[in-house]
């Protein structure tokens, strides 16, 4: 782990998905199978504007007398009372994959729009719904933007070094993320300097300086039980005299509900005045990193999430969910333990995994 040899490319999300990939495609095929095995619908008890009415005419005399059968056959109409029976499988098989409720709700909410009260060629059905399904997520999902390109512009424009400020819960993986951050940026001819502002837990102070050590990244820290708002302080003073374009900043991350961390946070943010806020957050713990997220912006107004272990999770609702909720981007995911399983995050690719 963390060793400069075992660096690998940064994997695939392979397993993310496992679950929700194949039951919403057998979700869809059940729904399109039902839909074909009901009678046509006789002409006489559907109900037709005058002006509906001659327009089909028009249309059935351009076709010949088997395209008129053929699509007679194979037309359907999905009614309310079904549609309402099948989007209670779906919400279920999305809440059991970590979507979040409101993600739900909006999910259920497209589809029912696309399909319901349209005449639906049956065939169709299926890549209808997995086509509305898939546009509704991807539009779900924030834009990323990109930090390199940030930094650029504050440089165009300041001699101050660009502060990233990191919050989220501990455990997630904040330290580890903010470590391949620094590795990132440093592939991207970005030095960067941390500073080790979780003075609450003496171990995640020793953990950054191991991985500053491995990656020669300077990390700025004081005794454990300091100022934070200092600490962050020394690092861009630190990053000023050096010409170091980029400050990382570490917070504490006890618990997201304890009014403490966050007054905290809020004065390193009024000391330190961070160009952005990113929290990070794991994939697999869904609705709970999904609430995280929402205090953290709440309480200090986030600009992205990093959501990491993605990896290890084969559910993926979270990762639909977080943006949404949040209405910020997910600008990373990562991948794995080592400095560049990190992946920018790119919604065509994600939402692509989904197999729709
Ligand atoms: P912190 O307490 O939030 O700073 O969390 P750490 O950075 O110490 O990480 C906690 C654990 O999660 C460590 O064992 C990390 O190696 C692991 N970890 C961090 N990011 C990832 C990731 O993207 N994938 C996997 N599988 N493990 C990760």
Not at 138 to 145: A, K, L, V
Request: charged fraction near 35%; charge should be positive.
């Amino acid at each position: 782990m963390f060793t400069k040899k075992s660096y690998k490319r940064a994997k695939h999300v392979k397993s993310m998905f496992k679950f929700l990939k194949e039951k919403i495609s057998s979700w869809a095929k059940k729904f399109s199978k039902e839909e074909a095995k009901k009678p046509e619908p006789r002409e006489e008890i559907r109900e037709k504007s005058e002006k509906q009415q001659k327009k089909i005419e028009v249309t059935e005399k351009k076709e010949g007398f088997f395209e008129r059968i053929k699509s007679k056959i194979s037309k359907t109409e999905i009614s309310e009372q079904d549609f309402n029976k099948y989007s209670e499988d779906l919400q279920n098989l999305l809440l059991e994959n970590n979507v979040a409720y409101t993600a739900v709700e909006k999910i259920i909410w497209e589809l029912k729009r696309h399909v319901l009260g349209k005449e639906l060629i049956k065939k169709e059905i299926e890549s209808e719904i997995k086509n509305t399904l898939r546009d509704t997520i991807e539009e779900m999902m924030m834009n990323p933007f990109d930090i390199v390109v940030k930094v650029a512009e504050k440089q165009a424009n300041s001699k101050d070094p660009f502060v990233i400020l990191f919050v989220g819960i501990n455990g997630t993986g904040k330290t580890t993320t903010i470590a391949k951050i620094a590795e990132y940026l440093k592939g991207k001819k970005l030095q960067s300097v941390i500073a080790a502002a979780d003075t609450f837990r003496a171990a995640s102070i020793e953990q950054l300086k191991k991985h500053g050590e491995k990656l020669n990244i300077k990390i700025i820290s004081q005794q454990y039980g300091s100022d934070p708002a200092a600490v962050g302080f020394d690092a861009i003073s630190y990053a000023k005299k050096n010409h170091i374009p980029v400050v990382l900043i570490d917070t504490a991350g006890r618990m997201h509900t304890a009014k403490n961390l966050m007054k905290e946070i809020e004065k390193i943010s009024n000391v330190c005045k961070p160009d952005l806020k990113l929290f990070i957050g794991e994939s697999i713990t869904g609705n709970d990193s999904v609430e995280q997220a929402k205090s953290f912006n709440e309480a200090v107004g986030i600009d992205g999430i990093i959501l990491t272990k993605v990896d290890v999770d084969e559910k993926g609702g979270t990762a639909v969910s977080v943006s949404y909720v949040t209405r910020r981007p997910i600008l990373f995911l990562g991948t794995g333990q080592n400095y560049q399983d990190l992946e920018p995050f790119d919604k065509r690719k994600f939402t692509e995994k989904l197999g729709l």
